[in-house]
C-alpha cells in the first residue's frame, strides 16, 4: 500500500529552497512514529534534504541520476519503481507526490493554519475521493500555530 505523508501550510505550501518551512517538534515525532521500519519514498532533492539516512528506514529515490550511497535503492522511472515498490511512504518533493498522488490509498497531511513564503506545493487532490479523519489537533508555541493531523483514507 503506498502511503503519503506531508506537512503542509493553508495554501498547501511544502518548502522553500528545499528546505522545510517550519519546525514543529510534534510533526516531526508524528513523521517518526508513521515511516519508522517502513520504506521511504522521495526524489533526489528530498533525500539531499536529509541530515543523513534516516534509522529504521528502507530509502527509496525516484531519480534519472544513480549518485546515491549504496544503501538506498535507485528507480530511473515510475513504472519501475510501481513494479516493485508496492507499499511504503512516499516523502516528497512536490513532483514525486504529483506523480504518485493516483497510487496512494492514505495520505497523511499535518495541515498547519498558516499561510508561509515557498516555492514547493503539495498538488491539489479530490478530496471527495477520500474519507478525512483528523487523528490530533495540537499546538506549537515556538511556531504559536495550531495544526492537525489528517489522514485521508481513499474510498
Known amino acids: 500500500m503506498i502511503n503519503i505523508i506531508a506537512a503542509v501550510g ?47 528506514r528502507r530509502h527509496v529515490v525516484l531519480s534519472s541520476s544513480n549518485s546515491f550511497p549504496s544503501e538506498v535503492v535507485v528507480y530511473h522511472n515510475l513504472e519501475n519503481l510501481l513494479q516493485n515498490e508496492n507499499e511504503g511512504f512516499v516523502i516528497g518533493g512536490g513532483m514525486i507526490y504529483k506523480l504518485l498522488l493516483n497510487y496512494a490509498s492514505n495520505i497523511y497531511l499535518t495541515e498547519i493554519d498558516k499561510t508561509y513564503d515557498a ?27 495550531h495544526y492537525k493531523h489528517v489522514l485521508y483514507k481513499r474510498r
Open 119 to 145: 516555492d514547493t506545493y503539495f498538488p491539489d487532490f479530490d478530496k471527495t475521493l477520500f474519507a478525512k479523519e483528523i487523528l490530533k489537533t495540537c499546538y506549537d508555541e515556538n511556531e504559536d500555530t
Open 10 to 56: 493553508k495554501n498547501n505550501e511544502l518548502g522553500k529552497d528545499n528546505k522545510l518551512l517550519w519546525h514543529l517538534k510534534g510533526d516531526l515525532k508524528f513523521f517518526k512514529e508513521k515511516t519508522n521500519h517502513q520504506t521511504i519514498i522521495m526524489g533526489r532533492k528530498t533525500f539531499e534534504s536529509l541530515p543523513k539516512l534516516l534509522p529504521n
